[in-house]
């Protein structure tokens, strides 16, 4: 490494005494001429912090580049558009009253369904209603708490007094269902992403 960088200043050593070169072979003026070698040297002392910065460089922009785009899940205006995982499910970034959880979304789900622990960290009262519901999935019927949630946000699409089931019973699942869904715009697959337009809310 040490080599490639003496290899590199000797270059752009000889690049600078070009130009520095040539200026006096023209007779230039010594006032005139100091101050075109201060701006080169200054151009060439950039390009050499450039040059040897730039893995960091690149390093910075890219981590800006995925905070702002990330990697399966990007936000184009309102529009989100989700990356199909690997298991061929569709989880979204998703914050419910400020806590942030990732979320499988299930256009088969009828409703939104959190699991307790979820519903617990953000605030949600599973008390409120006396009447529990009975939730068919996969592995057979559960009995869940319904209840509400007052904001659930995904991406720049958001959804107020949202109704949800919770449930020990979904382990550490939590399930966006067509509850949500159908509060959209549209929603549909292309490929492998999921687009989601929220409703015009003019």
Known sequence: MTGDRTTDLIFYMLLLVLPLSALLSRRVRIGSLLKMAVAWILVFGAGLLVVGQRERLIAMFSGARTSLVGEDQTIVGETVRIRMAPDGHFYGDVTLNGV???????????????????????????????????????????????????RLRLGAIEARDLPIVVSPAFGNIDVIGMNFLSRLRSWRVEGRILVLEPANTE
């Open 100 to 150: 942030k959880r990732r979320m499988l979304i299930d256009s088969g789900a009828t409703i939104t369904a959190l699991s307790a622990r979820t519903a617990r960290d953000a605030g949600i009262d599973v008390t409120a209603d006396p009447f529990p519901a009975i939730i068919r999935t996969a592995n057979g019927s559960v009995v869940a708490n319904k209840a509400r949630i007052g």
